[in-house]
Every structure is written in C-alpha cells, then in structure tokens.
C-alpha cells in the first residue's frame, strides 16, 4: 500500500505539485482528502512502506518501515514511524486537518514519530513503544545481518540506485549489489575517489558543473524550507541523484542516512566524554525528522521513492545499544563499521570522512549563489 502525499481539507494543492502520482479525491465528515495515488487498499492510506501484515495500526508502530498513514474508519486514526522518515503534520484549530507539506496547512503541527492519533470530534494521542529484540554473538556479523533484511524489504520492488558517497553507502553497495551513482563536479574529492571505488563497483559519476548546480538550486529553494548553505548543498545533491535515478527508469534511490548519527561519524562526537555520548546519540538519532528526513524527503519524493536502510528500526535499536568504544575510539570514528567494511572486503575504500555537500563540491557554488 503506497501513495506519495497526501492533504486533508485543504484550499489549494500547490504546494503539492511536485508529488508523484494521479490526483484522487476522497470526502468524509465534510473534509476533502486530496491523495497523490500510487496504490490503495481498504480504508487505509500510506506514503511510504509497512514491513508487515497487519491492518492495526497499533501494530504499525511495531513494525519496521517508513511511513506516514491515515485509516477511516469509525473514527479517523493517523500517525507515523517511529523516526519520523516520513512527514505528516496536522491542523486542529478549525477542526482536523492533515497534510503531508506543512505548506498546505495553517499552524502545522508536526506529528510525533511513533504516536497513534486518533479524531472523533476530539484529538487524542498515545505513544507506542516498538518491541524489543536480543542479539547474541558478533556486533560486526548483527550489523551486517540487520543491514541485510533491511536492504532487502526495501528493494524487493522496482529498480533502486543506491547514491555512493562515504563509507555508508559504500557498504549498502556492497551488501546490496545494486546500481551505484555519485554525484561530484570535476576534480572534486569525491570525482577522485570515484575512481578507486568504481575498481570494486559498476559505478556511474554523475558529473555536474556550476550551471547545472544553479538550476538544481533554483528547483531546491522552491521545495525545502531550510535555506542555509549546508541543507540547500545536501537538497541539491538529492535533487540531481534522484532526477537522474528517474531519467534513467529507476524507481527509487538508496541512501546512508542516518548512519553518522548512529554509529558517531561526525567529527563533533570524539569530544564528548564517553560517558554520555550513547546519550547524544540517541537524541541525534531521534531527533534527524526534524530537518533531515522532511529535507531529503520534499527533494527527492517528485522524482523517485527514498529508501534509507539504516532506519530499519530492529538497525537502530540495536545499535543505539552498543558500547560507545564501538563508535567512537580515540579521534577513530565509526569504529565498527570500519570492521563491518573489513568483513566484508572493502576496508581498502575507507577514506578520511568528509559530508557529501563538501566532498562533491557543490557546497562552495550553493553557498557562492546564496550569500
């Protein structure tokens, strides 16, 4: 069950136009739901994907996946995932409305990540805790067990092309053995270390210039609200990965976000006392919906499915779980995803972490049109 968007009672649907999908339009209670269609089942609607069977949303929360969702039936019941991947916000003032653009609705609210609402006259929410998991023997071969299951629920349809950037991707390439492309202007430091990854992978370099940087610009700045140098330099990255995904029949693109949250990628993380980084961790994990995932989501979303294996909720619990000397040794960052890379032969393309906006290049031309 999928669709890609969706807008409960709305004015105007501009704010919408850059969704996937036919147009169908659904009435109850006097309130008009405007659903970008890619599929339908029931009284259920969902953008994004349910790693399970069940029809109760309550069992939704428990399940893997990356969804937004809204079920009629006696009463009006919506939500979202337990990280947030997916937006969904909604409007109470003058009775309910929801949307999945804050745009479309005066005084979003965002919907909180793993909560059950609930709309008969009244609004009423409920936090669902997912269930819990044990995992005996090796964190590398865990790791590399779970990052398989997820890579394969979420590309068991359609033809995905995973975007290489870091050692992240790198490993979802890997495990996955599927597409790769990466996108970087000439000379850049990801167009040179393109070159010794495409001695292990198939890989495409999608090579960019200052004019095809601005034009992705000017599509970006109309699409996200985040405006700064660093979320404009990551939107346009996405923007030109996920037009050349669909350009060439790709159904979805595959990324490593979330990663560096999880297992301590940035450079911030080796100057916190061990004590409490599993702590900031935690907070950065459970926080990314809150720019992140709605940035990379509006981006990419007019063009292709996002698929982020790393959010695979059994990924992230487990890890949040393990010792911080596994993520962050001395100034050595993501320690066991080194190992992970080791395990799987392709330690030889660890390289010094750089963020994809900088390593491409593109974050010096946004940031020259910009200022």
């Known amino acids: 069950m999928r669709v890609n968007g969706l807008a409960l009672n709305v004015d105007s649907i501009d704010a919408m136009k850059f969704r996937r999908g036919d147009i169908s339009i659904h009435t109850f209670d006097n309130n008009i739901l405007y659903l970008f269609k ?149 000379d850049s430091y990801d167009y040179h270390h393109a070159k010794n990854v495409s001695n292990y992978f198939d890989l495409d370099i999608i090579l960019v210039d200052e004019e095809d940087i601005k034009r992705s610009l000017i599509r970006v700045k109309d699409i996200i609200p985040f405006h700064d140098p660093m979320n404009l330099s990551i939107g346009v990255t996405f923007d030109i990965l996920a037009r050349y995904a669909y350009q060439h029949q790709y159904t979805s693109i595959v990324l490593g976000q979330l990663a560096d949250e999880l297992f301590g990628g940035y450079a911030r993380y080796t100057s916190i006392d061990k004590k409490y980084l599993n702590r900031v961790l935690y907070d950065e994990v459970m926080n990314a919906w809150k720019i992140n995932f709605i940035r990379d989501e509006l981006v990419t979303s007019q063009y292709v499915e996002l698929l982020l294996p790393y959010t695979s909720l059994e990924l992230v619990r487990y890890v949040l779980s393990l010792d911080a000397d596994l993520k962050i040794r001395g100034r050595l960052r993501k320690v066991i995803l080194r190992d992970v890379a080791k395990q799987l032969g392709i330690e030889e393309l660890i390289r010094e972490k750089k963020a994809v906006q900088f390593s491409s290049g593109i974050y010096k031309i946004v940031k020259r049109y910009i200022s």
């Open 38 to 186: 890619l599929d339908e089942r029931y009284e259920i609607f969902i953008h994004g994907m349910i790693y399970g069977n069940s029809e109760d949303p309550y069992d939704f929360m428990r399940y893997d996946g990356s969804f937004a969702f809204i079920k009629f039936d006696d009463e009006i019941i919506f939500g979202r995932d337990q990280l947030g991947t997916k937006p969904l916000y909604y409007s109470a003032s003058k009775g309910l409305k929801i949307a999945s653009d804050a745009r479309v609705l005066d005084n979003a609210i965002a919907v909180e990540p793993g909560t059950i609402y609930r709309y008969d006259k009244v609004l009423t929410k409920e936090k669902i805790e997912p269930l819990s998991n044990k995992y005996e023997g090796s964190p590398v071969e865990n790791i590399i067990e779970l990052l398989t299951t997820s890579i394969k629920k979420r590309t068991r349809e359609g033809r995905c092309l995973i975007g290489l950037s870091g050692l992240d991707s790198i490993i979802l390439a890997k495990i996955a053995d599927a597409a790769q492309a990466i996108v970087c202007t000439k």
